[in-house]
Nanobody, 126 residues
Framework: QVQLVESGGGLVQAGGSLRLSCAAS????????MGWFRQAPGKEREFVAA????????YYSDSVKGRFTISRDNAKNTVYLQMNNLKPEDTAVYYC???????????????????WGQGTQVTVSS
């Protein structure tokens, strides 16, 4: 079992930055692909970013590419999401996810995530 706990969310003005953290416990995440998803009110949970455990290759949704950066520190059992140039449409609850499959599998479907965190709220004001 892997427990995931997100932190770092909050209220920020448009154009600002936040860094989300996802701390894992229970098992090392060094052999898990990790990802971030988000869910806005009334919308489905959508893919944001993922990082491979094999080579650190990263994937991003088109809406965040060039603004967000996913990274991992296996020694700290933690994954990060650096979010820059935030926009009001980035407002959502952000969830961390772990998959025993490839990072690409998280891009294809959130159903491929085995573990989820409880989420952290990000609110971007205009």
């Amino acid at each position: 079992q892997v427990q995931l706990v997100e932190s770092g969310g909050g209220l920020v003005q448009a154009g600002g930055s936040l860094r989300l953290s996802c701390a894992a416990s229970g098992r090392t995440i060094s052999r898990y692909s990790m990802g971030w998803f988000r869910q806005a009110p009334g919308k489905e949970r959508e893919f944001v970013a993922a990082i491979s455990w094999i080579d650190g290759y990263t994937y991003y949704s088109d809406s965040v590419k060039g603004r967000f950066t996913i990274s991992r520190d296996n020694a700290k059992n933690t994954v990060y999401l650096q979010m820059n140039n935030l926009k009001p449409e980035d407002t959502a609850v952000y969830y961390c996810a772990a998959s025993a499959d490839s990072a690409a599998s998280l891009v294809h479907s959130r159903a491929n995530a085995r573990y989820w965190g409880q989420g952290t709220q990000v609110t971007v004001s205009s």
